[in-house]
C-alpha cells in the first residue's frame, strides 16, 4: 500500500507492506535514534510522537501513521541538547541506549504536567526502563532541568 | 587535583542523549545479510537428519549452514585470557543439541522475511535423549552432557566430562572442623541463588565483512574484542592476523558482553559467502540463548566463640553452569574468595565447589561474578548467628569486619592495604537511621517497616592475568591521542582514563582525545570485565604518562641545549629550571630536526587486586496480611578508593543496587519440566522499574589504595552484592521469616509467616 507521511516535518510518500512497523519504516527512513528493546511493549526504547502523542513505535503499525507527523529525536536536537545536557551533568546516560525513549517522553511531559511530584515523574515516565543507571541520576536531572524550565518548584536535593 | 575526583562529562554524553547513530546496528552497511538462528526445541537430543533443500530454494536465501558445514574442533566462547579456565565444550553448531534454544542451523538472506521463511522450512529428526535439568543430580549421572572425545579443559580446574563436571577443587586454611568444634554457636544452613539476566537494554549484536584485504572484520558489541578475535580464530580455524575486531559504542554490559554470544555466526556467514552478515539478538533469544548468571546452592557451616568472633567458616557451593562451561570455574571461586575475607577474626577456613553441566542455557559472566553468591550465603548465614545470639546483625559486623594490614588467607595471602569498610558501617548506620528503627516499626496499618543488612567485596581485576596497554602521542596541535585496549561499555572508561592522563600530564580533560577499541590499532587489554578498567588499565595510564614525560622533557631539554635534569614541564612547555629558556608542547612536537617522536606505549599487570567494600542497608514494609513487600529506602556507602569521577561511580553504585534489587526481588529464570525456559521476555522476566526501586542514596568513604591510580580502586561490580541478603534480613528483621531461596517473593514471606503464624 502507499502511505504519506511526516517524518520530522519531511513528507514522505512511500509503498509500504501492510504489515510493517513504524520501528523498522523510522530506522530505514535514517532515525537511527528509534531503539528496539523488546518484542513485548515493555521497555520505551522505541517511543516517539505521533501528532504530538507518545506512541510504541515498535507496536504501531506504519499504516497507522498514514497522514500523520512523527517526531523522532532527530527532529528535536536542540531540546535533546537541552534537557541531555542536564542528563549529562548527572552522568545519567549510562550506556545511552535508552536514552533516545526517555529524552523523548521527558520533552513531552513537560509539556503535560504541571508541577509535577517526585511520584509523578516516575510514574509518567515507568514505561521507559533503563537498566545501567537504577533511575536516580535521571530523576535528579529532570527535577533540575524541570526547575530551569519553571515547570518545577520542587526542591532539589 | 584538578581533573581526578571531578564530576566530569562523559566524553560521549552529549552524542548519547541526542539519539546519534554510534551503536553497532545502527553503523552496519545496508546490503548485510540477515542471520538468524534455528534453535533446539528438545534440551537434550541428537540430530539425526537435517533437510535444507527447500530453505536453500527460497530466492533471497545466500547460505543455509549445519553441523557438517562447521569446523569439528571445539572452543570456548568465554571471554578470558588464555589459556582460558572455561573447557573448550563448544562447536559453532553441533550435532548434539544441549538446551532449548540450542542453535542448530544458521541461515543468512537478503532480508528478515525470507530469512524466516527459509527457517520454517528446515526439516530436522532428532533422537531425543534423556535431559539433566537438576543441578543438584548432574555429578556423576549416567546421563553425559559432553561424552565428546574432543572436549578440553585447558587448565588444572578439576574438569571431568565423564562426570559433568565443568570444575571441582577445593581449599583451606587451618582445621576447620576443629575450630567450629570448640565454638559456642554455630549456623549450619543452605542458602540457594537464582540466575538472571543481565538485560541490557541493547541485546547481543554483531556484524562482519571482509576489508579491502581480505581481512575478516568484526564489529560487535562486546567487553573483550580481543579476545574476540582469538575465538574468532579458534572457532573458524582462521589465523590472528587475518581478524579485526571493532567495538563501537555499546549499550551495557554487566558481564552479558564476556562472552562472545553472537559473533560466530556472521563471521561464519561472511566467511562461507565474502558478504557483509548481521546478527541482531531479539529480546527472546537473549532470554534463552544468552549467558546468565549461575546458578549456585551454597552450604554455609559457621562457628562463633561465646563473644561472638566468627572463628571458622565452611562454604561448599555447587554451581550449575548450564550446557557448556562459560566462566563456569572462574565464578564458582569468587563465591568463596570474594565472600569468606570479609570477616578478619577467622582462624580456619574450607572452600569446597563443584561446578556441573545441565541441560539448561549456558550460564556466563553477569556483575558480580560469583562473589555476589557468596555473599548472599555468607551474610545470610551471619545474620543468622546474630539472630541466634541475640546480637544486633551491624554490631556482630563491627567486631568481626575485615581491617586494614589484615593479610587474608582466603584471598590469595593478599595484605589488605586499604579499608574503610568500619567507616562505611557507621555512615550507612547514621543514614539509615538504624538506631531507631532496628528491628522494626509496626504501623498501624497493619504493616510493618523494618531495615536489614549486609557487607560486601570484590576485586579490582584479575592478580597477575589481567593486562592492559596504552599507548599516548603527542599531536601536531600540541594535543594529546590516547588508544587504549579497554571497552567503554557506558561505564565512562575513556573519560575516566582521560581523567587520569590529564592528572599526569597537567592538562585538561578536552586535551585528550581517545580512541575505543579497533584490535589492529589499540594496545592490547584483556577487556572490561572483572572491575578492571579503573585500577589495571588506569595504573598503565599512569605509566605511560610518566615515561611520556620523560621523553618530552628529554627532547625539550636538547631543543633547549640543557640537559634533563634541569628542565621541567608543566603541561605547556618544557623550562629550564635556573633559567629563562622554554619551549612549548606544540613547538617541540614539530621541532624541526628531531628524530624523536613523542608518544608512549606501557603494558601494565597488577600482583595484587585490591578489594572494593560496600555497606548495604535497606528499609523494607511489608504488608502481613499478604506478605506483599515494597522497598522503601535503599542505603549504601562504598570504599572504592579515591573516586576518579565522582558522578560516574554515583551511578554505578545506583545502577547496581537496582540490579541487585531486581535479583532480590524478583528476578529468576524459570524453566519448566521439559527445560522450557519460561522467562523469555520482559513480560516474564521483569526488571525494576523506577516504580519499585524506592529510593536509592549512596555515600562514600574513600580508603587510598596505594598501588592504584591515585589511590583509586575498583567499583563496577562490589554494588550489586549487599541488596539480596540485606533485604532478606530486612524481611526476618520485619516478619521473623528467613528466606533462603532467592527471590524473595510475597509468596515466600507469606507461606514463612503462616508457618510461623505470626
Ligand atoms: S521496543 Fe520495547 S517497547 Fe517498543
Ligand atoms: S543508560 Fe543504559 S539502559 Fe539506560
Redesign the pocket.
Known sequence: MIIKLWVNDKKITDEIDGDAIL?DFLRDHGCYSV?????????????VLMDSKLV????TLVARADGKHVITLEGLQEEAKEFGGFLADQGAEQCGFCSP?LVISVLTMVKELKNPSDREISEYLS?N?CRCSGYMGQLRAIKRYLNQKGAQKNEIS | MRSVNQPVRKKDAMSLVTGQPVYTQDIAPKDCLVVKILRSPYAHALIKEIKTESAMKLSGIECVLTYKDVPDKRFTLAGQTFPEPSPYDRLILDEKVRFIGDAVAIVAGDNEKTVDKALRRIKVKYDILEPILDFRCAKDNEVLIHPEQNWRSLCNVGADNKRNLCASGEEKHGDVDEIIGGCDWIIEQTYHTKANQQVTMETSRTFTYLDETGKLTCVTSTQIPFHVKRILSNALELPESRIRVIKPRIGGGFGAKQTAVTEVYPAIVTVKTGKPALIVYT?RESFIASSPRHENEIKVRIGADKNGIIKGIDMITLSNTGAYGEHGPTTVGLSGHKSLPLYGKVEAYHFRYDVVYTNVMSAGAYRGYGATQGIFALESAVNELAEKMGMDPVQIREINMVREGAVMPAYYGETLNSCALDRCMAKAKEMIGWDEKYPRINLKNGKVRSVGVSMAMQGSGIANVDTAGVLIKVNAAGLYDMKIGATDMGTGCDTILAQIAAECLHCSVDDITVSGVDTDVSPYDSGSYASSTTYVTGNAVVNTCETLVEKIRDKGARQLGCAIEDVEFDGARVYQVDAKESINLKDLTVAVGSDKELSATELFCSPVSPPPFVVGMAEVEIDKETGKIDLIDYVAVVDCGTVINTNLVRLQTEGGIAQGIGMALYEDITYGESGRNFSNS?MQYKIPTRLDVGRIRVGFESSYEPTGPFGAKSIGEVVINTPAPAIANAVFNGVRVKVRELPITAEKIYNGMKQKNI
Open positions: 520501528l531503539k528496539r528493546g523488546c518484542e513485548t511493549s515493555n521497555c520505551g526504547l522505541c517511543t510504541l513505535s515498535c507496536s525513549g514505561g526502563l | 529480546r520482559l
